[in-house]
């Protein structure tokens, strides 16, 4: 149990159509982290959150993509105008306050865009 | 900014032979080093760290790693696999504790066979 769950764990969705990941820290936390890893890469940073507040987005995280944290709990993902290039797994992450160095990763959603 | 090359992209080895990962990366200050093992369809998981201290570092399933400031490396190693070994293995680095950019590696995909 790495202390964070993500739902769905798998999205067919058609090109054009809009959608929604959801990440749920289990575990005691403080930074939350979205991460896209494509086939045969490794995870590249979208963006992370600390409590409510978005710090940081990466040049990945074009105008279609929006992250929010509304209760400094969760956080959802949104993808709008879903294109073939999207399709990716979708990784959440996040780091405990007593470890900041170490980032714990959700099982991902995988989303093709067909 | 600091990168991370993992020099073998897959690496097959028998069942009870010993492997070795190889992982180099680049920074001018000094970092954190972090491997991930990331089982099909599922996240990543935490395999082993270094923060500080000992070069040598252990995992609880008999992985360890050596960092080399010298070298700049990180090699993963095991002196004897099994089959449920088989899995991609992502190399990771990250500036401080408190920088949020943390770079992976393309990963090795490690395939144990009988």
């Known amino acids: 149990d790495t202390g964070v769950s993500q739902n769905p764990r798998h999205k067919i969705t058609k090109r054009g159509q809009n959608v929604t990941f959801r990440c749920d820290p289990i575990?005691?936390?403080?930074?939350l982290y979205w991460y896209r890893q494509t086939l045969g890469q490794g995870p590249e940073f979208l963006t992370y959150f600390q409590n409510e507040a978005q710090l940081e987005k990466s040049r990945l995280l074009s105008d279609r993509f929006s992250a929010e944290r509304p209760k400094g709990s969760f956080s959802t993902l949104e993808i709008q105008r879903t294109e073939q290039g999207d399709s990716a797994m979708y990784l959440c992450a996040i780091t405990s306050r007593g470890a900041q160095e170490t980032q714990y990763f959700g099982p991902g959603t995988r989303l093709l865009v067909l | 900014a600091q990168s991370v090359t993992q020099l073998d992209s897959q690496v097959p080895v028998f069942e009870e032979a010993p492997v070795e990962l190889r992982c180099n990366y680049s920074?001018?200050?000094?970092?954190?080093l972090f491997w991930y093992v990331q089982y099909p369809n599922q996240g990543l998981q935490l395999l082993l760290k270094?923060?500080?201290?000992?070069?040598l570092v252990e995992s609880i399933n008999g992985f360890e790693a050596e960092f080399n400031k010298s070298q700049t490396s990180f090699h993963l190693r095991k002196p004897s696999v099994h089959i449920s070994d088989t899995a991609e293995y992502f190399c990771?680095?990250?500036?401080?504790?408190?920088?949020?950019?943390?770079?992976f590696g393309a990963g090795t995909r490690l395939t144990v066979k009988p």
């Open positions: 270094y923060l500080s201290g000992s070069t």
């Open positions: 920074s001018s200050v000094s970092v954190y």
């Open positions: 990771a680095v990250r500036r401080g504790p408190n920088n949020n950019d943390m770079r």
């Open positions: 575990s005691e936390h403080n930074r």
